[in-house]
C-alpha cells in the first residue's frame, strides 16, 4: 500500500521556522519526484517547492524562493521542507506527492498524495 505521510506542522509566529517531514512507503521512492503543495482555505491547491527523483534538481514558488529549502534522504524514503521567516500567508495544510514522471509544479502530474499537515502563522 502506497503512503505518504506529512508531519511537523503546527503553530508558529511570524518570522519563525518549522521543518515538515514527508514519509513514503509501499513504492520505489528513489524513482519519484517529490513536491510539496499547499492548500488555504477558498483557494486552490498550489506548488511550494519540488525535488527530482535524484535531489539533484529543486523548484521552489517565487512565493517561497529564498526561505524555503527541500530535500531528500532516498535511504530513510523521507523529503523535508525547512521552512524560514513564515509569513501569515503562508498558513495553509501541506501536502506532499509522488510523481512518476520529472519534478513539475503542477498538481495534476502527482500520482499519489499525503493527507496533510496544518501550518498556522500567527501576525
Known amino acids: 500500500e502506497v503512503q505518504l505521510v506529512e508531519s511537523g506542522g503546527g503553530l508558529v509566529q511570524a518570522g519563525g521556522s518549522l521543518r515538515l517531514s514527508c514519509a513514503a512507503s509501499g513504492f520505489t521512492f528513489g524513482d519519484y519526484a517529490i513536491g510539496w503543495f499547499r492548500q488555504a482555505p477558498g483557494k486552490e491547491r498550489e506548488g511550494v517547492s519540488c525535488?527530482?527523483?535524484?535531489?539533484?534538481?529543486?523548484y521552489y514558488a517565487d512565493s517561497v524562493k529564498g526561505r524555503f529549502t527541500i530535500s531528500r534522504d532516498n535511504a530513510k524514503n523521507a523529503v523535508y521542507l525547512q521552512m524560514d521567516s513564515l509569513k501569515p500567508e503562508d498558513t495553509a495544510v501541506y501536502y506532499c506527492a509522488a510523481d512518476s514522471g520529472v519534478a513539475t509544479m503542477s498538481v495534476s502530474m502527482y500520482d499519489y498524495w499525503g493527507q496533510g499537515t496544518q501550518v498556522i502563522v500567527s501576525s
Open positions: 525535488i527530482s527523483s535524484s535531489g539533484v534538481s529543486t
